[in-house]
Nanobody, 120 residues
Framework: QVQLVESGGGLVQAGDSLRLSCTSS????????MGWFRQAPGTEREFVAA????????RVRDSKKDRFSISRDKEKNTIYLHVNNLKVEDTGVYYC?????????????WGQGTQVTVSS
């Protein structure tokens, strides 16, 4: 059974940097994609960034490419979301996801989410 555990959220100041982590377990092959979604109160969950586990190909939401990036550590079975110059509008619950590819990422597995609150 695949499990995803996120960490790294919390209360931060605008302008700070942050790194979220998501560690996966229970996966027996390397043909999958992992990524991050954000959900603010009263809104739908939106895609932030994703990475192909096997070759490291990444995709980041266009509006976030200047401040967000994603990376992976194969030895630790962990992906990271790096955020620079945090803004109040970055506030939300960040969910880790694991799926077959970029298109089907939302149809796969989800973590429990980690809250990020950015104060001005």
């Amino acid at each position: 059974q695949v499990q995803l555990v996120e960490s790294g959220g919390g209360l931060v100041q605008a302008g700070d940097s942050l790194r979220l982590s998501c560690t996966s377990s229970g996966r027996t092959d390397s043909s999958y994609t992992m990524g991050w979604f954000r959900q603010a109160p009263g809104t739908e969950r939106e895609f932030v960034a994703a990475i192909v586990w096997s070759d490291g190909t990444t995709r980041v939401r266009d509006s976030k490419k200047d401040r967000f990036s994603i990376s992976r550590d194969k030895e630790k079975n962990t992906i990271y979301l790096h955020v620079n110059n945090l803004k109040v509008e970055d506030t939300g619950v960040y969910y880790c996801a694991l799926g077959r590819n970029f298109v089907n990422l939302k149809l796969g597995y989800w973590g429990q989410g980690t809250q990020v609150t950015v104060s001005s």
